[in-house]
């Protein structure tokens, strides 16, 4: 996705989903472009540009639970978690 300028990013990061508790990043990109998933993902504010951070990661589930600053966390699941690359 490109931010608001219309740029690419040239950073890949690391996805999201091999972050810890309590960690947190800028997004730096989305891997996967379908219009559900960037809807998902723009309903609670994570796009290129965000900060972010890690409040729960529950490997047992498969899931984590992220947060930016304007807007209300969010559970996922890691598989989803792959496809935001973060820095």
Known sequence: IPDANGKMSETEGVPRSEFEEGDTGTITRVR???????????????????????????????????????????TMSLE???KILVL
């Not at 809807?39 to 984590?64: D, H, K, M, N, Y």
């Open 80 to 82: 989803a978690a792959k």
């Open 32 to 74: 996967d472009q379908s219009p559900q998933f960037l809807e998902f993902l723009s309903r609670f504010g994570l796009r290129p540009g965000t900060s972010i951070s890690v409040l729960e990661l529950i490997r047992e589930a498969q899931s984590i639970q992220v947060k930016s600053k304007r807007n209300e966390p969010v």
